[in-house]
């Protein structure tokens, strides 16, 4: 973290809005900040006109730190507000989502398209035995069956629990379990560059003693898949889908505060965290930066790489564009499948004017060189959003020049699961960027950096990322876990949110982001929780004890280095660490896979017994190692500098 500070304290390169960008902004009154700041619930009711509400809302927020209600007792529906309402007012022929399949099949959905397709879905759902307020896991590959299922799930008031399709199986059964849900929507197979991803068979792993009663299967790869369906649990989407109504369906009408979703994220025990989010404020948040962040137009076309089982997919994939009634591109497979320029490719043929990636992935076009880039025309483009972890400023400066061709602003956007929608980010017509700056809170979000007692630090310092006050699409607590929500998000500073990012403010007050303050890591724009590792390396029988920490990596950002003690008896071995990183990543998922396995005969532990993580670190980046003396046995520090150098 040190070096990627230094870095960005000699960042000196401004870009100020261009005056063609800053005259056709949404956003283009500067005193919006303040006013926003002056009576945010005066801002924030005024984004929520651009909702359909079925009744308004009697006051715009009741905050009782920790918990914030917004828009008390308004009712709407999220699918209505994403779908019905643009059928509604004309835009029924109107393309809502642009699918690219990876083996090059497509489908253009009509909103009007869309609606039919969620209706039945909904239908469909109804037909499991599923009600307001039940739980429906969704395990699918990006195909439109998923964006689909979410909004089936709005329509009728259930709540959606997505899992990533890179997920295990263990990973999965983890989340049905906590969630308790009766459904589960899952596909055969999806593709990974040209390969099957077993979805269907991890499900059927996944469900074995857990309340799924349902398993409603998408037919994606075919015969290939070669998958099992289990008489009376198992049916597919498409014959299911035969036998409902084709009648339209009314949406239910939520209140504004029911639960919209759950959507699991690794914190810093083993045991990942279901973020409830709700239908008013959420739905507010999301279609806000729509506006705001990304100043979006009717006629955008709006490319977000992410998958839509992050967040970033649920919000700028489906919920904030589709409320906004925008087209979307929506991409089922790998970047560099069949060639290095495929999203490229994809830019041009849909004529994309935003594109939003992360920087993990830039770092990935820049490594592969800008030719791939140039194959391809992609004038049509006018904003790009960066989003999931520090850009460093010479990825940033590429994609200025190779992918904005100088032209397009960027907009950093510093959130997270918790905080539903972008929070730090410039408005591109009023903000001028710094490369590796996500800037300024946005109108209406009291972001600030404060040091050890909560203070605001002066400009110049660094601290802790807090936010003030609360927000509309704010998580409301913690699934199941009330307790576990206080203490981690506002065990710090009294009535004051820690989103678990430490941050400098330079001197025009601008944030730059420096990366996680607690035990989690950040691979590719992917949270892993150091503890969950841990945990899944110790399940293991020959290990005995591990530590990981993540150290930098070029292109994903952070990469996972695990320090492992053996069992007595237990010879380390090439096999081994190959055995104990598949290990991993059946229990959690490929992205969770250690880059490297250290074996040692000791960890370095303080007098008091605790794992130095931070010496680990210096280690695995090979740093001058800090002061040692905390620790209960320094020859342990030698023995691992020199194993480390081993497996280099
Ligand atoms: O550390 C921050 C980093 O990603 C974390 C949130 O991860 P997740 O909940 O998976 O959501 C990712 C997509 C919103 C944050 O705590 N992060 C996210 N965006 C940025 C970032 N770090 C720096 N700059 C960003 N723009």
């Given at each position: 973290?040190?070096?990627?500070?230094?870095?960005?304290?000699?960042?000196?390169?401004?870009?100020?809005?261009?005056?063609?960008?800053?005259?056709?902004?949404?956003?283009?009154?500067?005193?919006?900040?303040?006013?926003?700041?002056?009576?945010?619930?005066?801002?924030?009711?005024?984004?929520?006109?651009?909702?359909?509400?079925?009744?308004?809302?009697?006051?715009?927020?009741?905050?009782?730190?920790?918990?914030?209600?917004?828009?008390?007792?308004?009712?709407?529906?999220?699918?209505?507000?994403?779908?019905?309402?643009?059928?509604?007012?004309?835009?029924?022929?109107?393309?809502?989502?642009?699918?690219?399949?990876?083996?090059?099949?497509?489908?253009?959905?009509?909103?009007?398209?869309?609606?039919?397709?969620?209706?039945?879905?909904?239908?469909?759902?109804?037909?499991?035995?599923?009600?307001?307020?039940?739980?429906?896991?969704?395990?699918?590959?990006?195909?439109?069956?998923?964006?689909?299922?979410?909004?089936?799930?709005?329509?009728?008031?259930?709540?959606?629990?997505?899992?990533?399709?890179?997920?295990?199986?263990?990973?999965?059964?983890?989340?049905?379990?906590?969630?308790?849900?009766?459904?589960?929507?899952?596909a055969d197979?999806?593709?990974?560059?040209?390969?099957?991803?077993?979805?269907?068979?991890?499900?059927?792993?996944?469900?074995?003693?857990?309340?799924?009663?349902?398993?409603?299967v998408v037919e994606r790869f075919g015969?290939?898949a070669?998958i099992?369906?289990?008489?009376?649990?198992?049916?597919y989407w498409a014959?299911?889908?035969?036998?409902?109504?084709?009648?339209?369906?009314?949406?239910?009408?939520?209140?504004?505060?029911?639960?919209?979703?759950?959507?699991?994220?690794?914190?810093?025990?083993?045991?990942?965290?279901?973020?409830?989010?709700?239908?008013?404020?959420?739905?507010?948040?999301?279609?806000?930066?729509?506006?705001?962040?990304?100043?979006?137009?009717?006629?955008?076309?709006?490319?977000?790489?992410?998958?839509?089982?992050?967040?970033?997919?649920?919000?700028?994939?489906?919920?904030?564009?589709?409320?906004?009634?925008?087209?979307?591109?929506?991409?089922?497979?790998?970047?560099?499948?069949?060639?290095?320029?495929?999203?490229?490719?994809?830019?041009?043929?849909?004529?994309?004017?935003?594109?939003?990636?992360?920087?993990?992935?830039?770092?990935?076009?820049?490594?592969?060189?800008?030719?791939?880039?140039?194959?391809?025309?992609?004038?049509?483009?006018?904003?790009?959003?960066?989003?999931?972890?520090?850009?460093?400023?010479?990825?940033?400066?590429?994609?200025?020049?190779?992918?904005?061709?100088?032209?397009?602003?960027?907009?950093?956007?510093?959130?997270?699961?918790?905080?539903?929608?972008?929070?730090?980010?410039?408005?591109?017509?009023?903000?001028?960027?710094?490369?590796?700056?996500?800037?300024?809170?946005?109108?209406?979000?009291?972001?600030?950096?404060?040091?050890?007692?909560?203070?605001?630090?002066?400009?110049?310092?660094?601290?802790?990322?807090?936010?003030?006050?609360?927000?509309?699409?704010?998580?409301?607590?913690?699934?199941?876990?009330?307790?576990?929500?206080?203490?981690?998000?506002?065990?710090?500073?009294?009535?004051?949110?820690?989103?678990?990012?430490?941050?400098?403010?330079?001197?025009?007050?601008?944030?730059?982001?420096?990366?996680?303050?607690?035990?989690?890591?950040?691979?590719?724009?992917?949270?892993?929780?150091?503890?969950?590792?841990?945990?899944?390396?110790?399940?293991?029988?020959?290990?005995?004890?591990?530590?990981?920490?993540?150290?930098?990596?070029?292109?994903?950002?952070?990469?996972?280095?695990?320090?492992?003690?053996?069992?007595?008896?237990?010879?380390?071995?090439?096999?081994?660490?190959?055995?104990?990183?598949?290990?991993?990543?059946?229990?959690?998922?490929?992205?969770?896979?250690?880059?490297?396995?250290?074996?040692?005969?000791?960890?370095?532990?303080?007098?008091?017994?605790?794992?130095?993580?931070?010496?680990?670190?210096?280690?695995?980046?090979?740093?001058?190692?800090?002061?040692?003396?905390?620790?209960?046995?320094?020859?342990?520090?030698?023995?691992?500098?020199?194993?480390?150098?081993?497996?280099?």
């Open positions: 973290m040190s070096n990627h500070l230094d870095t960005l304290l000699q960042e000196q390169r401004l870009f100020e809005p261009s005056q063609s960008f800053r005259q056709q902004a949404n956003f283009s009154d500067p005193s919006i900040y303040d006013r926003a700041s002056e009576n945010p619930e005066e801002y924030w009711a005024e984004q929520a006109t651009y909702l359909d509400w079925f009744e308004p809302y009697e006051s715009v927020c009741e905050w009782d730190p920790p918990h914030a209600k917004w828009f008390v007792n308004g009712k709407l529906n999220a699918a209505y507000n994403c779908v019905d309402r643009h059928v509604r007012k004309g835009k029924k022929n109107k393309v809502a989502i642009f699918w690219e399949g990876e083996p090059g099949d497509s489908r253009a959905i009509t909103y009007g398209m869309l609606q039919k397709e969620v209706d039945v879905a909904a239908r469909m759902l109804q037909s499991l035995g599923v009600k307001k307020g039940d739980r429906v896991t969704i395990y699918l590959p990006m195909i439109p069956e998923l964006p689909i299922s979410l909004l089936a799930c709005a329509k009728i008031g259930a709540v959606h629990s997505v899992v990533f399709g890179g997920f295990s199986a263990k990973a999965l059964r983890e989340r049905i379990l906590d969630a308790d849900s009766k459904v589960l929507i899952t197979a999806g593709y990974r560059r040209g390969k099957p991803i077993p979805l269907k068979a991890n499900a059927d792993e996944a469900v074995v003693d857990t309340p799924i009663e349902k398993v409603l015969k290939d070669g099992e369906m289990k008489e009376n649990r198992d049916i014959e299911l889908a035969a036998k409902v109504s084709r009648e339209p369906l009314a949406a239910e009408p939520m209140d504004a505060e029911d639960i919209l979703y759950l959507l699991y994220t690794s914190g810093t025990t083993g045991k990942p965290k279901g973020i409830v989010h709700t239908t008013g404020g959420y739905l507010v948040g999301a279609n806000t930066s729509l506006r705001s962040v990304f100043d979006l137009k009717d006629d955008d076309v709006f490319f977000c790489t992410a998958d839509i089982g992050w967040v970033t997919g649920h919000t700028y994939i489906v919920y904030g564009p589709l409320s906004a009634g925008s087209t979307v591109v929506m991409y089922e497979g790998s970047p560099d499948y069949p060639g290095r320029d495929r999203f490229w490719d994809i830019c041009e043929k849909y004529g994309a004017t935003i594109l939003y990636t992360a920087p993990t992935s830039i770092r990935m076009f820049m490594k592969w060189g800008p030719e791939y880039v140039k194959q391809h025309d992609l004038s049509s483009l006018r904003l790009l959003g960066s989003v999931g972890e520090p850009i460093n400023p010479e990825a940033w400066m590429w994609y200025h020049e190779h992918i904005g061709q100088g032209r397009c602003p960027i907009v950093d956007t510093w959130w997270q699961t918790e905080t539903g929608c972008a929070m730090i980010a410039p408005l591109p017509g009023l903000v001028a960027t710094k490369p590796g700056s996500a800037t300024k809170p946005l109108p209406g979000i009291f972001a600030d950096v404060v040091d050890e007692e909560g203070q605001p630090v002066e400009p110049g310092n660094g601290g802790y990322l807090v936010i003030r006050k609360p927000w509309p699409s704010m998580l409301r607590t913690v699934w199941g876990d009330d307790e576990r929500f206080r203490n981690t998000y506002f065990g710090k500073f009294e009535g004051v949110y820690l989103p678990g990012d430490g941050a400098h403010k330079d001197k025009d007050g601008y944030i730059w982001i420096l990366g996680r303050i607690d035990d989690v890591i950040n691979v590719s724009g992917h949270r892993i929780g150091t503890a969950e590792v841990e945990s899944a390396m110790v399940s293991h029988p020959s290990v005995a004890e591990a530590a990981v920490i993540g150290r930098s990596h070029e292109i994903k950002g952070q990469a996972i280095t695990a320090f492992v003690t053996l069992r007595e008896g237990v010879e380390s071995s090439e096999d081994l660490v190959a055995e104990l990183k598949q290990h991993v990543v059946e229990k959690i998922g490929a992205m969770a896979r250690p880059e490297e396995i250290i074996f040692t005969a000791e960890l370095p532990k303080t007098r008091s017994a605790k794992i130095m993580r931070r010496l680990l670190r210096d280690i695995a980046e090979g740093r001058v190692l800090g002061d040692t003396t905390t620790l209960a046995d320094p020859s342990v520090v030698d023995e691992l500098k020199s194993r480390y150098k081993e497996s280099d």
